[in-house]
């Protein structure tokens, strides 16, 4: 059983254009986490989400915005993609609070031409 | 802001032999937690260390926390080929209850 699944693995796509990202967790965590992984393997955590509230909203773009339609769903829209969007984008989950460890998903590599 | 640095940032040995991979952080923590990351895939927790602890082991891994200089390591014995990964520490802070901090990781290559 997939614990935290992540669609599409991978997604190349053109400047100026929008996409989204999927992220399902069935492990009952309240607690959901949008990272970016760059080329040089620097993780950062982009958004978090308990309990379908946003908790943490680090500085990104607006062109960025999460959505969590409920507990198990986090999912990551992005407009006006630019080269610099480039990057390995992976979804995590975990039990509330700092002390939980956190479930990643398989990651979306998401190249941008 | 990334408070956690791993070092070495990369690190080659043969099988069958020990690995320490160092982490140093900043600021107050209430735990600290140890990821590995195989290439293409996702990070996977591999051991919590609350800052109340020194030591623990979990199978082949050790960890130490010395809270006094900010440090942790992550030691692997007898590895493996298989244990070829990115290893990323992670601090969650006593005064940030929302978010770990992580390290930039030690890129580990072990020969066959």
């Known amino acids: 059983d997939t614990a935290v699944s992540q669609t599409p693995k991978y997604l190349v796509t053109q400047m100026g254009n929008d996409k989204s990202i999927k992220c399902e967790q069935n492990?009952?965590?309240?607690?959901m986490y949008w990272y970016k992984q760059d080329s040089k393997k620097f993780l950062k955590i982009m958004f978090s989400?308990?309990?379908?509230?946003?908790?943490i909203n680090e500085t990104v773009p607006n062109r960025f915005s999460p959505k969590s339609p409920d507990k198990a769903h986090l999912n990551l829209h992005i407009n006006s993609l630019e080269l610099g969007d480039s990057a390995v984008y992976f979804c995590?989950?975990?039990?509330?609070?700092?002390?939980?460890?956190?479930?990643f998903g398989p990651g979306t590599r998401l190249t941008v031409t | 802001s990334q408070q956690g640095e791993e070092d070495p940032q990369a690190l080659s040995i043969q099988e069958g032999e020990n690995a320490t991979m160092n982490c140093s952080y900043k600021t107050s923590i209430n735990n600290l937690q140890w990821y590995r990351q195989n290439s293409g895939r996702g990070l996977v927790h591999l051991i919590l260390?609350?800052?109340n602890e020194r030591e623990k082991h979990s199978g082949r891994l050790r960890v130490t926390l010395d809270t006094s200089k900010k440090s942790s390591s992550l030691l692997i014995t007898a590895s493996r080929a298989a244990d070829t990964a990115s290893y990323f520490c992670a601090t969650g802070n006593a005064g940030n209850n929302r978010k770990l901090i992580w390290g930039l990781g030690t890129s580990l290559a072990v020969n066959p």
């Open positions: 995590a989950s975990s039990l509330s609070g700092t002390m939980a460890e956190q479930y």
């Open positions: 989400y308990n309990n379908k509230e946003l908790i």
């Open positions: 260390i609350r800052s």
């Open positions: 492990l009952g965590h309240d607690t």
